[in-house]
């Protein structure tokens, strides 16, 4: 199944995404993914269908094959693992896997407002009318893929460990290990309401655009450590680390993105503030350089304060000391010094 999301590249090309559009037809074409999500231009669409699962509490029999296929972590899934309502077919699970970047760059595939988040879990669904993934990956309605960005939080996700403590068994390129079976669900965030869906395709090669996107507006936390867990342990082939396996926003080409909820472009609401575990890791370039102007702005203003202060205290004190000059024959040196403290104070 996994060959059909990822084909291999030439070597020395596997990472160099501009290189798929000469190899891989699809790729280049006008519905491609991820995408950034502009919260001002999304339409709310109140008839969009609320996702239904079903069959995703597995029980601990049996078990599930987590992999390194050397380009990402994944994890097969039964087929009894199904989506029941949210599009016009039934979907089947087959398999989730993960994106993430390093300590320093997120990984997240899509991005709010350009804002990426740590890390993004797909869970790939194929519609039920295909027999397999393989069959539906290259159809028009064949796959629906639910999306979940990854935040950092104070705690350890206990339903995320049930992964990621079997990295060390899977650090090497094509290796494999099996982990008992666990509520799926967990891995997506508690609320499943608000989402954004568009039509896209894979995010790797072939890059077919047959894939209904659902991307979660409420993000799922894992600690730091986890976090490092996926960064740091994984390798990929001459035994590199693997990581930052993410493809780059795509443009879209006149694409609408729903809403299943309403957002400040419909409502004229603030959009819910970052909290403050999150918010560090969702600074991005152009947001920081929006805080700089802000800061620069504040200080020019305070020291533009500060200078007129002075300014006016300067000369009310030398007015002062001109009165005294003139009105009073004898001035104790304590008046200079307390107007001299009464200015450090305020100031
Ligand atoms: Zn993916």
């Not at 990621?164 to 390129?173: M, N, P, Q, Y």
């Not at 047959?210 to 960064?231: G, M, Y």
């Not at 152009?286 to 305070?302: C, K, N, P, Q, R």
Request: aromatic share 10%; hydrophobic share 35%.
């Amino acid at each position: 199944m996994k060959e059909c999301y990822y084909t291999p590249i030439p070597e020395g090309e596997k990472h160099d995404q501009d290189s798929w559009l000469s190899v891989f037809e699809h790729c280049s074409g006008k519905a491609q993914s991820p995408i950034n999500i502009d919260t001002y231009k999304v339409f709310y669409e109140p008839k969009l269908t609320p996702i239904k699962l079903e069959g995703y509490d597995l029980t601990g029999s049996p078990a599930l094959t987590l992999i390194n296929n050397g380009h990402t972590l994944q994890l097969s899934l039964p087929n009894s693992m199904r989506i029941m309502r949210g599009f016009d077919h039934v979907y089947v699970a087959a398999q989730l896997h993960f994106h993430w970047g390093t300590k320093e760059v997120p990984g997240s595939e899509h991005t709010i407002d350009h804002v990426h988040f740590p890390a993004e879990i797909h869970v790939v669904h194929y519609n039920s009318k295909y027999v397999d993934l393989i069959e539906a990956a290259s159809k028009a309605d064949g796959l629906a893929v639910l999306g979940g960005f990854i935040g950092i939080g104070l705690h350890d996700n206990d339903n995320y460990e049930k992964i990621l403590s079997a990295l060390t068994d899977i650090s090497i390129e094509e290796s494999d290990t099996e982990i008992p079976g666990f509520n799926v669900r967990h891995l997506l965030p508690d609320s499943l309401d608000r989402f954004y869906r568009y039509n896209g395709s894979l995010t790797t090669p072939p890059c077919f655009q047959t894939v209904s996107w659902t991307v979660f507006n409420d993000s799922i936390r894992v600690s730091r450590r986890q976090l490092a867990a996926l960064e740091d342990t994984l390798k990929t082939e001459h035994n590199k680390l693997l990581s930052k396996n993410f493809r780059a926003p795509q443009l879209l080409h006149g694409r609408k993105v729903l809403a299943s909820f309403q957002t400040e472009s419909t409502t004229g609401k603030a959009r819910e503030a970052p909290t403050p575990e999150t918010q560090d890791y969702k600074i991005t370039e152009s947001s920081g350089h929006i805080l700089a102007i802000i800061f620069g702005v504040l200080f020019a203003v305070t020291m533009l304060v500060f200078s007129m202060y002075t300014y006016l205290q300067q000369k009310k004190y030398s007015k002062l000391k001109k009165d005294s000059k003139q009105n009073v024959v004898y001035k104790p040196a304590a008046v200079e010094e307390g107007m001299d403290q009464t200015t450090v104070t305020v100031t």
